[in-house]
């Protein structure tokens, strides 16, 4: 007999909200169609996501898996136990984590309990040998960009992925009503300050045209790398600023949106979210950053750590403003017919059903 409501367990790995994954999975549980769904949350503990997600009623839970490389036999069937008593008291009928580790012990519940598991893949770097033994014990995957699902198309035999992009509440994240040129061209980094996110190769790029633009680079992380970026930008027009949750005034304050990493991106949220915003956005040449911007604006990917090309790039928008205005219709276009995470999360909602299904 078909249930009309199911209750659906997420995992998450980090409590606070300055990843894009989590900022995703805040976004999927607070449009997720609450007369079909009662969405529960375990996190390892209190922060910006667990907040967040208890303003809007959803019940969370503090539960933080040890890792699997320093395995512990009592902390492992502490932890397995604690999780089957959630399943249980909860009543659970699928389990959706985002993670290797959460994987692992969600797997395991998930045999003993009989419950569907749904592995979220936020990343397109491979784990090799970790990913066949992922692809073995998760009911059914779903990647946020073809270059995440890709990582596995040697062993997915069973058409067991499903591409979901992540989404972007559009109408938070709108073009300015008017558009005003600066004196100086404006460009943003918003994300985690960290060496694979390639951040010195744009201060580098726009070292070649400081006098005509500002570079403001927003965010936290590695503080010795943070250094190593404040002494490279010695006499050019760089202003750092500390992490925050809302960025969307910061985003709407500059021209051009970079994203010049080395590796790592799944599918970028500040790409998609700068993209409905109207802005020009420049990025790597990372398979991930090349399916966000798609064909029509390939104009705007350079070479990964190439900062010559990138001061190119920037170079042909200082010589014709007009490249912004006519990014602003295109790039929004794209961000509504790929991006809208009212419709992309209902498309999760059917697997969500599709699996219920099968397992009743």
């Given at each position: ?15 606070s ?32 996501l ?7 009623g959803?019940?969370?839970?503090v ?65 090799l ?35 979901v992009?992540n ?17 100086f ?9 960290e ?31 943070l ?66 911007l ?16 990138l001061?190119s ?16 219709e ?12 009212k ?5 999760i ?12």
């Amino acid at each position: 007999m078909k249930k009309a409501k199911y209750n659906i367990l997420f995992t998450s790995c980090f409590s606070s909200l300055r990843g894009g994954g989590q900022r995703s999975l805040y976004l999927l549980i607070k449009h997720l169609d609450k007369e079909r769904f009662t969405p529960f949350l375990i996190v390892p503990g209190r922060d910006e996501l667990s907040e967040e997600i208890t303003k809007s009623g959803v019940k969370i839970f503090v539960l933080p898996f040890p890792r699997i490389r320093s395995f512990n036999l009592f902390l492992t069937v502490s932890r397995l136990i604690n999780l089957w008593r959630i399943i249980k008291k909860e009543r659970i009928d699928l389990i959706h984590t985002e993670s290797p580790r959460e994987t692992f012990y969600a797997a395991l519940a998930g045999k003993l309990c009989r419950l569907p598991v749904i592995l979220h893949l936020r990343v397109s770097d491979s784990f090799l040998w970790l990913d066949r033994i992922l692809f073995n014990i998760a009911d059914s995957m779903i990647a946020v960009s073809q270059s995440a699902a890709n990582r596995f198309k040697l062993i997915d035999k069973k058409d067991k992925i499903r591409v979901v992009y992540n989404g972007v509440e559009l109408d938070m994240f709108r073009p300015l009503t008017k558009y005003e040129d600066n004196e100086f061209l404006r460009i943003g980094y918003f994300g985690r300050v960290e060496k694979r996110k390639g951040i010195e190769v744009l201060v580098r790029a726009v070292s070649r045209l400081s006098e005509k633009v500002e570079l403001i680079i927003m965010g936290d992380g590695d503080r010795q790398y943070l250094e190593e970026l404040k002494s490279l930008s010695v006499n050019t027009n760089v202003v750092f600023k500390d992490y925050k949750r809302d960025i969307l005034d910061d985003i709407a304050a500059v021209d051009v949106v970079v994203l010049p990493s080395f590796k790592g991106e799944g599918l970028s949220r500040i790409i998609i979210e700068s993209m409905a915003m109207g802005k020009t956005v420049i990025a790597s040449d990372l398979s991930a950053n090349k399916e966000a911007l798609g064909e029509d604006l390939k104009e705007f990917l350079f070479p990964a750590g190439d900062d010559l090309e990138l001061a190119s790039i920037i170079e042909k928008i200082i010589k014709n403003r007009q490249i912004l205005r006519d990014m602003r219709e295109k790039v929004r276009s794209r961000a509504e017919h790929f991006f809208d995470i009212k419709k992309n999360t209902k498309e999760i909602e059917k697997l969500y059903n599709s699996l219920m299904a099968v397992s009743q």
